[in-house]
């Protein structure tokens, strides 16, 4: 049997990790992180810090390759197809550190329930016959780091908000009956895609690191410059990890 537990890590300060997530990591018996390319190698020194604030000595930390995701297939077809490949990737590696079972952790970026697959492929393994009991411990999400870092309510007083992707608000537009969107996801910086009249964003990277980046105005006035600074952190960093607030102005 193999305990499995998903820690909520927020954006990857020690400071988004719970109590609870802390002792998760401690009571632990290996924390599995993932490598991707080589040119994100600093988002496995991000976890790499974070167990280093955290674990005592007798936690193991196993590093294992996370396989890239196909971005010339269809959408959908390739995200199964990857998260298939993940799964293989856990599988072998929970046979290589913990034969015999055990607790296992794994670190999860914002929180496990909130626009992350991690438990979809722990179903997938499930599928495959493998033992395996899941615990949940949510940390600090993104949408509350964003909201906290401008100091702003998340919706307006008796309104509704809409979570949604970039890829979903470029191709359906903004949801009816709704006058707040939370956007994660956004590579393409789907918010060029929205009439600008009355809508104010607020945008930030890597919230509540050290190179936390923040913007915040009218969305026709600071789009253009949210793009560049995104792509300039990106090319500095190797990797981007952003989300934003569109509000528009009630009529």
């Known amino acids: 049997m193999i305990d499995l537990h998903l820690i909520g890590i927020g954006s990857g300060s020690p400071d988004h990790l719970t109590r609870a997530g802390e ?51 269809s959408y959908l077809k390739a995200v199964e197809t990857w ?17 015999s079972g055990g607790r296992l952790a794994l670190l999860v970026w914002g929180d496990p329930s909130l626009y992350d697959s991690t438990l979809r492929i722990t179903d997938r393994l499930r599928a495959r016959g493998m033992a395996l009991s899941v ?15 401008h100091a702003i309510p998340l919706n307006t007083l008796g309104s509704s908000v809409t979570i949604t992707t970039g890829r979903r608000l ?23 895609t929205v009439d600008p009249a009355g809508v104010t964003m607020w945008w930030g990277a890597y919230l509540g690191m050290p190179q936390q980046a923040l913007a915040a105005g009218p969305l026709g006035e600071i789009a253009a410059e949210v793009r560049m600074r995104r792509a300039a952190l990106r090319e500095e960093h190797g990797w981007i990890m952003d989300i934003y607030l569109l509000r528009r102005a009630r009529s």
């Open 23 to 73: 002792a998760a990591m401690r009571a632990a018996d290996v924390i599995l992180l993932p490598r991707k390319r080589a040119d994100t190698a600093d988002l496995l020194d991000v976890r790499l810090t974070l167990c280093d604030a955290v674990l005592g000595e007798r936690t193991r930390v196993a590093i294992f390759d996370l396989p890239t995701r196909d971005a010339d297939a």
């Open 83 to 99: 998260h298939d490949a993940i799964a293989d990737a856990w599988a072998q590696a929970i046979a290589t550190h913990l034969p």
């Open 135 to 149: 615990t949940v411990t949510p940390g600090i999400t993104s949408l509350q780091a964003l909201t906290a870092a």
């Open 170 to 192: 470029a191709d359906g537009g903004w949801p009816a009956d709704t006058d707040t969107l939370a956007v994660m996801l956004d590579g393409q910086c789907a918010f060029e």
